[in-house]
């Protein structure tokens, strides 16, 4: 483990940089999979699985309609992917350093979960009003497509907290889901080093990405899983009149009641997956190249007792 005068304010903003670029890059990118997987869990009669889905879409709004909310999901991950990578960079090498090498190595899985949890929280209070917008705009053809056409329209039919309507269940879904893709990523990035007999320190920037892309795909499945009765919920609530009237929290209870718990954990799972385990691999493997081409070298927890042996 690198001491702390390695990581200084800059190393932690160009962390968030490389976290902003990889997460709107990736979450751009998968864009159509997102407006079909959406629309699957809003009306899964109309829209039966990915393929038909794509051709429905396609047939109903032209090849456009794929494209449906991509500013706000482009403006939202920037900003969550910022204080997301960032966060956790920033919460991972503070406590590595108050807890010392040692402690730090035996605890590194708690860190991981630790850092990612908080990180996660504070990027979310940014990301919500935009993906209420991208939600909206993909369930309602009459919706406004731009990101301050759509908030102006938002705030006069909804009011400022019609923002954070789902700022529950994206809580729900997003502080799992990124507490398993940091945490997961960094114990099979591990074995995968170790399966090599190399270290992060030891191997080259093609190995390394290498290992990033293996590693998130890994990560990316699991994260997907876990998360995914929030991401079908939250699709739910975001629908006009879904859950009938009261509180959101009335409204979540009646949308996965009406649902049923096989249902809410496997409707558009299997597209989910093949969208997450992607991206995350992305996301891994363009936030590395991104902090190499801006000569960052990444925090990585060391084994102080290997480190002993290898210089004895």
């Known amino acids: 483990m690198s001491k ?6 800059m190393y932690y903003v160009k962390s968030a940089l490389a976290g ?27 829209y039966k ?3 038909s889905g794509f051709r429905t879409v396609i047939k109903e709004g032209g090849i456009s309609a794929l494209a449906t909310g991509l500013g706000a999901t482009a403006a939202g991950y920037f900003v969550q992917g910022w204080f997301k990578f960032g966060g956790v960079e920033f919460f991972k090498v503070k406590t ?20 990612s949890a908080v990180a996660e929280f504070i990027a979310d209070l940014f990301l919500c009003p935009l993906e ?8 309602d053809p009459s919706f406004p497509k731009g990101v301050i056409s759509g908030g102006s329209k938002m705030i006069s039919t909804d009011g400022f907290l019609g923002f954070y309507a789902g700022l529950g269940p ?3 879904k997003q502080i799992p889901y990124t507490m398993a893709k940091f945490a997961v990523q960094g114990k099979a990035a591990e074995i995968i080093y170790n399966s090599l007999n190399l270290t992060p320190d030891r191997a080259t920037k093609g190995q390394n990405i290498s290992v990033s892309l293996g590693s998130g795909v890994i990560a990316g499945v699991c994260a997907a899983i876990v998360s995914h009765p929030a991401d079908t919920l939250l699709s739910k609530i975001n629908k006009k009149g879904a859950g009938g009237d009261g509180s959101t929290t009335s409204r979540l209870i009646n949308i996965a009641k009406e649902m049923g718990f096989v249902k809410l954990c496997l409707t558009g799972l299997v597209a989910r997956c093949v969208m997450i385990g992607t991206l995350t691999a992305g996301q891994f493997g363009i936030f590395d190249t991104v902090m190499n081409a801006l000569g ?12 002993d042996q290898q210089h004895h």
């Open 49 to 51: 699985g990915m393929v």
């Open 296 to 307: 960052v070298k990444k925090f990585h927890f060391h084994d102080p007792k290997k480190n």
């Open 4 to 9: 702390e005068n390695n990581f200084t304010a």
């Open 170 to 172: 994206i809580l729900f």
């Open 96 to 115: 590595a350093n108050y807890l010392g090498e040692q402690k730090a190595w035996d605890n590194r899985t708690s860190i991981y979960l630790g850092s």
């Open 132 to 139: 209420a917008l991208r939600i909206r705009s993909v369930s």
């Open 20 to 46: 902003g670029i990889c997460c709107s890059i990736t979450h751009s990118a998968v864009c159509p999979v997102d407006v079909v997987k959406t629309r699957i869990q809003l009306d899964p009669i109309k």
